[in-house]
């Protein structure tokens, strides 16, 4: 399956959505047009497939990332969701880029809702577990963040994947993420019982 996936990235970015059929794909991925239609019977089922698995993996990431974040600071939290999303964003580079076309081209509402919904539950979850601040509005806050983080992302694969966009990309979409969650939370309380004094 990863090389039917792989062959349908390369038909993708060489011919277009448009030029792209299950034969062309099969012919890149070596496999009969047999096999493609046993498991995709028409284009629209691969293309499909494609997005759900490239989006799993994007919500494998970030999930992962979540765990290994669970009680940390804030900026801790902030920084490294930021960085597992970009980075399984852009593994697939440029393939990655023909995807929102794709997913313009498909009726994708429920799987994107499964997806956003999946991921708004990981991020809330995860920023209850502050060390260092907590939210008043947890679910707005997850809403926004989130946007953010996405919304921005897009913006720039689909209009410049240069090095030199990403490279800023890289580096200031974790400043504004931190900056929007410091402004939006406040001080967690000390617990422990034991006076500044």
């Keep these: 399956m990863a090389a039917i996936f792989e062959a349908t990235f390369q038909v993708l970015l060489s011919e277009g959505i448009a030029r792209l059929t299950t034969t062309r794909v099969a012919q890149r991925a070596g496999v009969s047009v047999g096999t493609m239609y046993q ?8 293309l499909y497939a494609v997005l759900d698995q490239y989006l799993e993996d994007v919500m494998t990431a970030m999930q992962a990332a979540c765990v290994r974040y669970e009680g940390a600071s804030l900026r801790e939290i902030s920084d490294g969701l930021c960085r597992a999303y970009l980075d399984a964003k852009l ?3 440029p393939g990655s880029r023909a995807l929102y076309v794709v997913a313009a081209e498909l009726d994708t509402a429920d799987l994107i809702a499964d997806v956003v919904g999946r991921a708004d539950q990981a991020i809330a979850r995860l920023l209850t577990t502050a060390s260092d601040a907590v939210f008043d509005d947890i679910e707005t806050v997850t809403f926004a ?4 983080l996405v919304g ?4 720039v694969l689909e209009k ?3 090095p030199a966009s990403l490279a800023i990309l890289r580096t200031q979409l974790p400043v504004m993420a931190r900056a929007y969650l410091v402004e939006a939370s406040r001080s967690r309380p000390d617990t422990t ?5």
Excluded at 39 to 46: I, R, S, T, V
Excluded at 145 to 148: G, L, N, P, V
Aim: glycine share 8%; proline share 4%.
């Design 193 to 197: 019982g034991v006076s500044a004094s």
């Design 152 to 155: 921005t992302v897009q913006a």
């Design 145 to 148: 963040w989130r946007s953010m």
């Design 39 to 46: 498991y995709f019977p028409h284009k629209q089922a691969l």
């Design 91 to 93: 593994r697939h580079l």
């Design 160 to 162: 410049d994947g240069s």
